[in-house]
């Protein structure tokens, strides 16, 4: 079973800061990308931002030098480092993480169960 685990969400002024985490636990042979989504009312889940396991990056126009993504791979965490923060980026982030299991089996893809951020006026 391979679960992943958000925090860091909550309430912030626009301008203000959250920081996001999400670490990957249970049985699993390896992870390569790792990447945040986000969902506001009644829109699509958009992809925020994304690395892989060699540390390459990349992000939405929308965020692009506000969020900072980054990994800890030695504890299968991905970061969110949200700066500058406006209404806008209310919504609700997903991790989501490509993972192998075992050596014969391909990478899938595992989500988080979401955590809430809402960036005030």
């Known amino acids: 079973q391979v679960q992943l685990v958000e925090s860091g969400g909550g309430l912030v002024q626009a301008a203000g800061s959250l920081r996001l985490s999400c670490a990957a636990s249970g049985s699993f042979l390896s992870i390569n990308a790792m990447s945040w989504y986000r969902q506001a009312p009644g829109k699509q889940r958009e992809l925020v931002a994304g690395?892989?396991?060699?540390?390459?990056?990349n992000y939405a126009d929308s965020v692009k030098g506000r969020f900072t993504i980054s990994r800890d791979n030695a504890k299968n965490t991905v970061y969110l480092q949200m700066n500058n923060l406006k209404p806008e980026d209310t919504a609700v982030y997903y991790c989501?993480?490509?993972?192998?299991?075992?050596?014969?089996?391909?990478?899938?893809?595992?989500w988080g169960q979401g955590t809430q951020v809402t960036v005030s006026s």
């Open positions: 690395i892989t396991s060699d540390g390459i990056t």
């Open positions: 989501n993480a490509q993972i192998k299991r075992t050596l014969f089996s391909q990478s899938r893809d595992y």
